[in-house]
């Protein structure tokens, strides 16, 4: 059913207009909804939920973008889309935010109190939680917002119990003392995603530890945390390294405290960094750890919850972690035990939330057992049902899970899943999928253990949590597993693959069939974006004055699998500029549809060569933009899509047709011509429609149309009939021969409006038939008049500038098309302006007083300006050459 539709769009692109008004339709018509229909074939994404804390950043736009992309794209295929979307808990970072609220009244959480604690969260939550979701549906964000969900939700929350409790009860899930990242500030333990390694310029300690028992032998040891010599259980070396030999199995004191330290032999020690000899703080560092295990040796714990020194350190007892740094390094020295202090720059683990320096640190927590789940991962993506696009990701995903360590999950805070485990005096541990109140064995009290867990333990489970595992629901056998998930490379270890185990585990099925990785959002020096550099850039700024279909081209266009991109406004502007391209090429089609029918269809051979090539070039358009989206190409076919329409398209075909449609008196030509632009412009606003939903939706609504929004419009597809290598080969060459002869224009100064001879010489008799058929394009877009075929004999024409396109020999006689001493004059007064530039920059690089005190790049930008100076005069002293032989 053909629907109505303006006659035409207001004269000037104004997107906040548009984008308001049509996001309002597409959620009012749920449109971005889909219910379980087994005769559709599904296409699902889950989105990686944003932070209930989250604010819109360029990394969130980029990223929902592609996944927007792909659901547009996959919905006009006909595909049963759903985009799932939801926000995660984000514990540390939201207890954090409502922890600052109440420090404001100058209260802490203790204060409140555990459980109104919470319920101040989830007012916190209640107002604020949906920001990031209105922000992102200001982008365009196609999500079933019907089917919103949250970590914490109740069935999010069920999931969690279930998980929890059958990995416990398979041993998979166990309590114990291992080392982990520490927050002093946070007071909890962190997943490995929660720090942030930054290089920091610090020192490397050299501290000779006495060999016992032997006067005067001593084995020196380096370190860049002198506070952990406190803690020191033992000292490595290589079992091969001849230096160390004779002293593995002996000991040597511990400087300061005077404790026996044994020398161990392990491989895990590089002989040739620093002294070959390596300290062993089993209870503050991670490798230390592992070795400490291997060996035996005590884990001694020195450094508080709160960094500060514990108890047993001696006089350094209470002192904080830095202070004790200090004094300690003076005591090794004031006792002859500091060899030297170098300067030595290095990665520092740092809390993402608050940006303390994180301790490593031994201390009873919650871990799951990661290698049975690894393996099972690994074979998944090995074997190919899960995909990494890029390929090259496969093997950073395997060589991670092939050393992985088992996962901490318990967080010593309050916002997040209360872990399910229950502490009786008799010391009995009930871990249970129920709330329980007394202990099951003696009939005690029991008290729940305080910790919540990791949120990526709720987020693992994100691909069918929020499908309403653990039941068995329609939406799990139609949606999962999901077809792909858009992710950052920088999360591939801590959420990918726990969601590949998870999903495995639980469903015993991948969650997705595709990783399709991207790269980082980078300013324009390639700096990653950050507070403390303050070269973030907003991406609701940029929609503010851009507009989000702008923004979302500049995203999508040059951006390739895997790979970060850089963000220049000048690119901001360029896609600003084909919007603008877009609307006013389509406002001139509305403008003149005036009588067009709809179910008009023409003859094939009423169609022109223009018709043929344009309807030709838009079949090659649809293949290869259909094939790159496949493929995850979303760049490159961007690119074609930009291409077709403003080379094409508007400079092109809309150039050529303009003719037939202002001649009223040739009925069927225009309509032809109005069939044509009709039918591609219609047609390939679908093909933009996934990069720039917005524009290209209040575009077709005035068009002619069926149906109720573009995106329930029908994919285009590849149509045989319409391809035609002839007729792009020829207005190839047309093409070509405009351009020449509008160069050589351009050259001479010819002014727009006036017409000039143009001869052509063409070898090929069948060519120059076919140019002699369609010789009005090049006279109406060359303002050539007249246009002649020379014999391929015949003499060449003289005082004439000459070009070749494709074997055509173009000539542009120059006799009565300028004034040559008028054209001499102004090339010579230009070059006499080039002479005194060319002279002010030599005398500038010669003046040794600029070249000392000016910047290497102020240097450079002059001596570029030189060169290109100096080509124009070159150029211009050829053109006068040439004028002169006239």
Same mark, same amino acid.
């Given at each position: 059913?053909?629907?109505?539709?303006?006659?035409?769009?207001?004269?000037?692109?104004?997107?906040?207009?548009?984008?308001?008004?049509?996001?309002?339709?597409?959620?009012?018509?749920?449109?971005?909804?889909?219910?379980?229909?087994?005769?559709?074939?599904?296409?699902?994404?889950?989105?990686?939920?944003?932070?209930?804390?989250?604010?819109?950043?360029?990394?969130?736009?980029?990223?929902?973008?592609?996944?927007?992309?792909?659901?547009?794209?996959?919905?006009?295929?006909?595909?049963? %889309?759903? *985009?799932? /979307?939801?926000?995660?808990? $984000?514990?540390?970072?939201?207890?954090?935010?409502? @922890? +600052?609220?109440?420090?404001?009244?100058?209260?802490t959480r203790y204060d409140l109190g555990r459980e109104k604690f919470i319920e101040q969260v989830w007012d916190w939550k209640a107002q604020y939680g949906s920001r990031i979701i209105n922000q992102l549906k200001r982008l365009g964000a196609s999500c079933?917002?019907?089917?919103?969900?949250?970590?914490?939700?109740?069935?999010?929350?069920?999931?969690?119990?279930?998980?929890?409790?059958?990995?416990?009860?398979?041993?998979?899930?166990?309590?114990?003392?291992?080392? %982990?990242? *520490?927050? /002093?500030?946070?007071?909890? $333990?962190?997943?490995?995603?929660?720090?942030?390694? @930054? +290089?920091?310029?610090?020192?490397?300690?050299?501290?000779?530890?006495?060999?016992?028992?032997?006067?005067?032998?001593?084995?020196?040891?380096?370190?860049?945390?002198?506070?952990?010599?406190?803690?020191?259980?033992?000292?490595?070396?290589?079992?091969?390294?001849?230096?160390?030999?004779?002293?593995?199995?002996?000991?040597?004191?511990?400087?300061?405290?005077?404790?026996?330290?044994?020398?161990?032999?392990?491989?895990?020690?590089?002989?040739?960094?620093?002294?070959?000899?390596?300290?062993?703080?089993?209870?503050?560092?991670?490798?230390?750890?592992?070795?400490?295990?291997?060996?035996?040796?005590?884990?001694?714990?020195?450094?508080?919850?709160?960094?500060?020194?514990?108890?047993?350190?001696?006089?350094?007892?209470?002192?904080?972690?830095?202070?004790?740094?200090?004094?300690?390094?003076?005591?090794?020295?004031?006792?002859?035990?500091?060899?030297?202090?170098?300067?030595?720059?290095?990665?520092?683990?740092?809390?993402?939330?608050?940006?303390?320096?994180?301790?490593?640190?031994?201390?009873?927590?919650?871990?799951?057992?990661?290698?049975?789940?690894?393996?099972?991962?690994?074979?998944?993506?090995?074997?190919?049902?899960?995909?990494?696009?890029?390929?090259?990701?496969?093997?950073?995903?395997?060589?991670?899970?092939?050393?992985?360590?088992?996962?901490?999950?318990?967080?010593?805070?309050?916002?997040?899943?209360?872990?399910?485990?229950?502490?009786?005096?008799?010391?009995?541990?009930?871990?249970?999928?129920?709330?329980?109140?007394?202990?099951?064995?003696?009939?005690?009290?029991?008290?729940?253990?305080?910790?919540?867990?990791?949120?990526?333990?709720?987020?693992?489970?994100?691909?069918?949590?929020?499908?309403?595992?653990?039941?068995?629901?329609?939406?799990?056998?139609?949606?999962?597993?999901?077809?792909?998930?858009?992710?950052?490379?920088?999360?591939?270890?801590?959420?990918?693959?726990?969601?590949?185990?998870?999903?495995?585990?639980?469903?015993?099925?991948?969650?997705?069939?595709?990783?399709?990785?991207?790269?980082?959002?980078?300013?324009?020096?390639?700096?990653?974006?950050?507070?403390?550099?303050?070269?973030?850039?907003?991406?609701?700024?940029?929609?503010?004055?851009?507009?989000?279909?702008?923004?979302?081209?500049?995203?999508?266009?040059?951006?390739?699998?895997?790979?970060?991109?850089?963000?220049?406004?000048?690119?901001?502007?360029?896609?600003?500029?084909?919007?603008?391209?877009?609307?006013?090429?389509?406002?001139?089609?509305?403008?003149?549809?005036?009588?067009?029918?709809?179910?008009?269809?023409?003859?094939?051979?009423?169609?022109?060569?223009?018709?043929?090539?344009?309807?030709?070039?838009?079949?090659?358009?649809?293949?290869?933009?259909?094939?790159?989206?496949?493929?995850?190409?979303?760049?490159?076919?961007?690119?074609?899509?930009?291409?077709?329409?403003?080379?094409?398209?508007?400079?092109?075909?809309?150039?050529?047709?303009?003719?037939?449609?202002?001649?009223?008196?040739?009925?069927?030509?225009?309509?032809?011509?109005?069939?044509?632009?009709?039918?591609?412009?219609?047609?390939?606003?679908?093909?933009?429609?996934?990069?720039?939903?917005?524009?290209?939706?209040?575009?077709?609504?005035?068009?002619?149309?069926?149906?109720?929004?573009?995106?329930?419009?029908?994919?285009?597809?590849?149509?045989?009939?319409?391809?035609?290598?002839?007729?792009?080969?020829?207005?190839?060459?047309?093409?070509?021969?405009?351009?020449?002869?509008?160069?050589?224009?351009?050259?001479?100064?010819?002014?727009?409006?006036?017409?000039?001879?143009?001869?052509?010489?063409?070898?090929?008799?069948?060519?120059?038939?076919?140019?002699?058929?369609?010789?009005?394009?090049?006279?109406?877009?060359?303002?050539?008049?007249?246009?002649?075929?020379?014999?391929?004999?015949?003499?060449?024409?003289?005082?004439?500038?000459?070009?070749?396109?494709?074997?055509?020999?173009?000539?542009?006689?120059?006799?009565?098309?300028?004034?040559?001493?008028?054209?001499?004059?102004?090339?010579?007064?230009?070059?006499?302006?080039?002479?005194?530039?060319?002279?002010?920059?030599?005398?500038?690089?010669?003046?040794?007083?600029?070249?000392?005190?000016?910047?290497?790049?102020?240097?450079?930008?002059?001596?570029?300006?030189?060169?290109?100076?100096?080509?124009?005069?070159?150029?211009?002293?050829?053109?006068?050459?040439?004028?002169?032989?006239?």
């Amino acid at each position: 059913m053909e629907q109505e539709q303006s006659s035409s769009i207001s004269t000037v692109y104004d997107p906040q207009a548009v984008e308001a008004k049509w996001y309002k339709f597409w959620e009012e018509n749920h449109l971005f909804h889909a219910e379980v229909d087994k005769d559709k074939q599904p296409f699902s994404i889950v989105i990686p939920p944003p932070n209930v804390t989250g604010q819109l950043h360029m990394g969130h736009a980029l990223d929902n973008t592609l996944q927007d992309i792909l659901i547009r794209f996959k919905r006009l295929q006909g595909y049963n %889309t759903l *985009w799932m /979307p939801g926000t995660d808990h $984000a514990g540390i970072a939201t207890q954090i935010k409502v @922890e +600052e609220v109440l420090a404001q009244d100058g209260k802490t959480r203790y204060d409140l109190g555990r459980e109104k604690f919470i319920e101040q969260v989830w007012d916190w939550k209640a107002q604020y939680g949906s920001r990031i979701i209105n922000q992102l549906k200001r982008l365009g964000a196609s999500c079933d917002w019907e089917r919103e969900r949250f970590t914490m939700d109740e069935g999010c929350s069920n999931a969690v119990r279930e998980v929890f409790v059958s990995l416990y009860e398979q041993g998979l899930i166990y309590q114990g003392n291992r080392i %982990t990242n *520490w927050c /002093p500030r946070c007071n909890t $333990a962190l997943s490995d995603i929660e720090v942030e390694h @930054e +290089e920091k310029p610090g020192n490397l300690y050299h501290v000779r530890y006495p060999v016992e028992g032997v006067d005067g032998e001593y084995v020196t040891v380096a370190t860049t945390r002198p506070e952990t010599i406190l803690g020191d259980s033992g000292v490595a070396v290589h079992p091969e390294d001849a230096r160390y030999k004779h002293l593995i199995g002996k000991y040597l004191i511990l400087p300061m405290l005077g404790r026996r330290l044994p020398i161990v032999a392990d491989e895990y020690v590089d002989p040739t960094f620093g002294t070959g000899a390596v300290k062993v703080t089993p209870a503050h560092d991670p490798n230390d750890f592992d070795m400490g295990l291997r060996h035996k040796l005590p884990q001694i714990v020195v450094i508080n919850p709160d960094g500060t020194m514990a108890a047993d350190t001696g006089k350094y007892a209470g002192m904080d972690r830095y202070e004790c740094r200090k004094t300690l390094v003076n005591d090794l020295k004031d006792q002859g035990y500091l060899v030297k202090i170098d300067e030595h720059s290095h990665a520092v683990g740092h809390c993402q939330r608050c940006t303390t320096v994180v301790e490593p640190l031994v201390s009873k927590q919650w871990f799951v057992k990661m290698e049975p789940l690894a393996k099972p991962a690994i074979e998944a993506v090995t074997s190919g049902r899960t995909q990494f696009v890029p390929e090259r990701f496969t093997k950073i995903y395997t060589n991670w899970l092939d050393n992985i360590r088992d996962w901490c999950i318990s967080r010593q805070i309050w916002w997040g899943h209360r872990i399910p485990a229950w502490y009786c005096p008799c010391g009995e541990v009930t871990v249970s999928r129920e709330d329980i109140t007394v202990c099951p064995k003696c009939g005690s009290s029991v008290e729940q253990d305080p910790d919540v867990l990791d949120t990526w333990f709720s987020s693992a489970l994100w691909p069918f949590s929020t499908m309403g595992w653990p039941q068995d629901t329609d939406e799990l056998k139609q949606f999962y597993p999901t077809s792909v998930l858009v992710t950052g490379y920088d999360i591939i270890f801590f959420w990918v693959a726990r969601m590949i185990m998870m999903g495995l585990k639980f469903q015993e099925d991948i969650p997705f069939n595709h990783v399709f990785i991207h790269g980082l959002v980078r300013d324009s020096q390639g700096r990653k974006m950050s507070k403390s550099l303050g070269n973030g850039i907003d991406p609701l700024e940029v929609i503010e004055k851009y507009g989000a279909d702008t923004l979302r081209f500049m995203l999508v266009t040059g951006n390739t699998p895997g790979n970060d991109m850089r963000f220049y406004w000048e690119r901001v502007e360029s896609s600003r500029n084909f919007a603008n391209k877009i609307w006013n090429a389509s406002r001139f089609v509305l403008m003149n549809l005036e009588g067009f029918d709809p179910a008009f269809t023409p003859d094939d051979k009423a169609f022109t060569m223009a018709d043929r090539w344009i309807l030709s070039r838009y079949n090659t358009t649809v293949a290869d933009v259909t094939r790159n989206l496949e493929r995850f190409e979303l760049g490159e076919a961007a690119r074609m899509v930009y291409e077709f329409i403003w080379d094409e398209f508007c400079d092109w075909y809309i150039e050529l047709a303009k003719g037939r449609l202002y001649n009223k008196e040739d009925v069927e030509s225009r309509k032809v011509a109005q069939y044509v632009l009709h039918y591609v412009l219609s047609n390939t606003l679908k093909l933009l429609h996934p990069f720039m939903p917005f524009i290209t939706e209040a575009i077709w609504q005035s068009l002619p149309h069926q149906g109720i929004s573009i995106m329930t419009a029908a994919w285009p597809h590849e149509e045989a009939k319409l391809e035609s290598a002839q007729d792009e080969q020829l207005m190839g060459i047309i093409m070509e021969i405009i351009k020449s002869v509008r160069n050589m224009r351009a050259e001479v100064n010819v002014h727009p409006g006036k017409k000039s001879e143009v001869i052509l010489k063409i070898a090929s008799g069948e060519l120059k038939t076919q140019i002699e058929a369609n010789i009005g394009y090049i006279k109406t877009l060359a303002a050539a008049e007249p246009v002649s075929i020379l014999a391929t004999d015949a003499t060449t024409p003289e005082n004439a500038m000459t070009a070749v396109a494709s074997g055509v020999e173009i000539y542009l006689p120059l006799k009565g098309l300028i004034d040559v001493e008028k054209e001499t004059a102004r090339l010579n007064k230009e070059l006499d302006g080039l002479d005194k530039e060319v002279a002010r920059i030599a005398g500038k690089l010669n003046n040794p007083g600029f070249t000392a005190k000016a910047p290497a790049e102020v240097i450079e930008k002059e001596k570029a300006k030189q060169a290109e100076y100096v080509e124009k005069q070159t150029a211009i002293k050829e053109r006068l050459a040439y004028l002169a032989r006239l």
